[in-house]
């Protein structure tokens, strides 16, 4: 698969941090949306030339962990860069389980919608998963916690699921408008106890029933237990950089506090979200503030990293 | 309230191990059915010497969390023996907001299925508010935590909810075989790592879809986050007796589990229950093995603590 567009992911800056240098370099990225140059003999149902977006995990697209949308926990399934098989940040990737992995789209390679269409890789899917899992409604109020490009389009998805109360948390005005263009209905920009306080003064004292924790730090999930109405449920997306947290009867327990979420299976929301960004219902490529070239990638990391960048467009 | 009968809790027996001496006495005891011997001038709907169900919370029945089904957090409700509130292991007791808390019943004190009705109080409830918390179904493989009486009614109730596989974890012969009879499939008498090794073989290695935690200790929720398939939900009605525990990408983030439970609404649950009893199609009284009168109560306590009875009634 030829690359048309990828991006960086938040979850990119962790081993932009850490991952130690080596000396054959490593591949990168796993958000990537483009055009199949060739098909191996197995696949069936993509054809050279076609357009096609790749979610951030491959799958086989008939175990019975896919079958039930949960792609993410595929028996032959895995991620991008994982031994053998290269990253979205390149000119081309090997795809393996082609016909389970993509999923074609009806666009061509100019088309103004690319950057939409790429939030379907990872973004969009994994704010939508945030917002499914906790079962967001017309009558569920919903805080999102995390103003980065996953909490926005939690915004987002709230919203299309019908949520009329969205508060959003986050700091970064340029960032936070663009929340109330998505959906969100509040902005509270303090964090900590203060934030929580903030929440629920907006909410007669109680919390809101969901909230959507895109963020992944310890901090973020104490805030989400501060806020959340008793009954409800806390929904993270932002890949915890913590194993252990209150989870007893003062947190979770004695509230009956639902927490859910994890790695989204984005592969079980494309036919779901695409139609809406053909029609033009919704428009996620929104959070792409800056496009780079293949070669300048590593501008765009230092961007995302340095916050001057919210989500970093790669074109190759 | 004229008490007919109560019962002990395996929760009363932390505060028997933990509860400092009190010249004046504490009252004791959530769980309790009786007759109605005076009401206030604001009771509506009860009259004297109707038959009733306490519930081991009382609800005002009107607020918005008692509407949506969440008693535990009603906004002027309570548990017994708070300041000014009797406990249900006693001759009478006083029932604030009777309204919203008491059910009538049409039985007489001397009905066959007052053991039965009396577990509408808590232990039944708590079990089904697990199975429910859970979306226990027709296609939901589960397992339950423990074989105390909660545990036990956790299995009549995925049971009752359609579930074809329930494997039952508890060591005591005579508790287990009580479980069968409720509707357990498979029983594991192993704990630790050598238990969920057996509960994985039991499921092709993936592990139930639900797991039940009525124990509240820190091995039973690493057992149950050893044994609960990707996907899935770990549903807790043991209080627990820890804060802190694993929540990270290794235990519940990866794989999509969902956390829930906490103190059961049963007031939610007595009227779906009811007709159940009453018709003869579930007998859920079965788990009380031991009947004490009111001055027998320590001993009834002790019994408990000893594993010598499993749940004791109590005839004032």
Redesign the interface.
């Known amino acids: 698969m030829r690359v048309v567009r990828a991006c960086v992911c938040g979850s990119d800056l962790h081993p932009y941090h850490r991952m130690p240098a080596s000396p054959t370099g490593n591949t990168m990225g796993h958000e990537f949306i483009g055009v199949v140059e060739e098909v191996g003999r197995d696949v069936a149902t993509l054809k050279r030339g076609g357009f096609v977006i790749a979610p951030f995990a491959w799958s086989d697209g008939t175990c019975d962990?896919c079958r039930?949308g949960?792609q993410?926990?595929c028996r032959h399934g895995g991620f991008w860069n994982a031994p053998g098989v290269g990253g979205g940040q390149a000119e081309a990737v090997r795809v393996p389980l082609a016909d389970g992995t993509l999923v074609a789209v009806p666009v061509g390679e100019d088309s103004i919608q690319l950057p939409s269409l790429l939030t379907l890789s990872d973004v969009l899917g994994t704010g939508y998963h945030a917002a499914r899992?906790a079962g967001v409604n017309e009558r569920t109020t919903v805080t999102v916690i995390g103003d980065g490009a996953v909490g926005l389009m939690a915004v987002l998805s709230a919203k299309r699921l019908g949520a009329q109360r969205i508060i959003l948390m986050g700091r970064h005005t340029d960032r936070t408008d663009l929340g109330l263009e998505f959906g969100a209905t509040d902005i509270v920009s303090e964090r900590g106890e203060e934030g929580i306080t903030k929440v629920r003064e907006l909410t007669g004292g109680d919390g809101t029933h969901a909230v959507l924790e895109a963020v992944g730090h310890m901090p973020a999930y104490e805030q989400a237990v501060g806020i959340v109405r008793?009954?409800g449920v806390i929904s993270?997306v932002g890949?915890?950089q913590?194993?252990?947290?209150?989870?007893?009867?003062?947190?979770?327990?004695?509230?009956?506090?639902?927490?859910?979420?994890?790695?989204a299976?984005v592969r079980a929301y494309i036919n779901e979200l695409l139609p809406d960004i053909l029609d033009g219902r919704i428009e996620p490529g929104k959070v792409f503030d800056r496009t780079v070239s293949l070669d300048e990638t590593p501008d765009g990391y230092r961007a995302m990293d340095d916050r001057t960048a919210l989500k970093v467009l790669v074109r190759p």
């Open positions: 962990f039930e949960l993410t926990s899992m008793p009954g993270r890949v915890p913590y194993e252990e947290a209150p989870i007893g009867f003062g947190s979770l327990f004695g509230a009956n506090i639902t927490l859910t979420g994890g790695p299976p």
